[in-house]
T-cell receptor
Framework: AQRVTQPEKLLSVFKGAPVELKCNYS??????LFWYVQYSRQRLQLLLR??SRESIKGFTADLNKGETSFHLKKPFAQEEDSAMYYC??????????????FGQGTILTVHP | NAGVTQTPKFQVLKTGQSMTLQCAQD?????MSWYRQDPGMGLRLIHY???????DQGEVPNGYNVSRSTTEDFPLRLLSAAPSQTSVYFC???????????????FGSGTQLSVL
């Protein structure tokens, strides 16, 4: 069965420091991976998806099929990046129909 | 557009009580789903629907029922509440377009449920 693992439950960095949130997955097919973010008092929302190869709010994530990883990175963290981050996997090989497998989540705190 | 609306925001139940969590979306999305969020467990899929009249089970369906009589509404029913169902519940909707798929899930604001 597919699985998404985020090994860090909590991650603390100082403002301006680089940050990397780890995500590993287990899936035998061609996965589609996403990062969702939940800021304080806001709804869970899509941050970025690997298929778009985009940079959102300075964050990037590269799919590494050899290491089965999809780590989220930002070179210079900002206080407003403090949030809960979820890595998610679509294993349907197409439309997920709203079914994603989520990791356990990482709470990122950026200190001033 | 209000997006995805969930009610109530908070609810306390006694063991054995039943209730319905409401979810409505005004974006004409085909797909709707229910997740529960538990510490250390992330979000887990309870049930999902690919259209009116069509529902299916997710990873943790036991103790929950759903129906989808309209495109807009996707209520989640707790048949006989148990303390293990204490959680935060999220409803989400999404859609696909011909020739491509859009995998962005739109989430509601959540319902915090406590079962005593």
């Amino acid at each position: 069965a597919q699985r998404v693992t985020q090994p860090e439950k909590l991650l603390s960095v100082f403002k301006g420091a680089p940050v990397e949130l780890k995500c590993n997955y287990s899936y035998s097919g061609s996965p589609e991976l996403f990062w969702y973010v939940q800021y304080s008092r806001q709804r869970l929302q899509l941050l970025l998806r690997h298929i778009s190869r985009e940079s959102i709010k300075g964050f990037t994530a590269d799919l590494n099929k050899g290491e089965t990883s999809f780590h989220l990175k930002k070179p210079f963290a900002q206080e407003e990046d403090s949030a809960m981050y979820y890595c998610a996997l679509n294993d349907a090989g197409g439309t997920s129909y709203g079914k994603l497998t989520f990791g356990q989540g990482t709470i990122l705190t950026v200190h001033p | 557009n209000a997006g995805v609306t969930q009610t109530p925001k908070f609810q306390v139940l006694k063991t054995g009580q039943s209730m319905t969590l409401q979810c409505a979306q005004d974006m004409n999305h085909e797909y709707m789903s229910w997740y529960r969020q538990d510490p250390g467990m992330g979000l887990r899929l309870i049930h999902y629907s690919v259209g009116a009249g069509i529902t299916d089970q997710g990873e943790v369906p036991n103790g929950y029922n759903v129906s989808r009589s309209t495109t807009e509404d996707f209520p989640l029913r707790l048949l006989s509440a148990a303390p293990s169902q204490t959680s935060v519940y999220f409803c989400a909707s999404s859609y696909s377009s011909p020739g491509q798929y859009i995998e962005k899930l739109f989430f509601g604001s959540g319902t915090q449920l406590s079962v005593l």
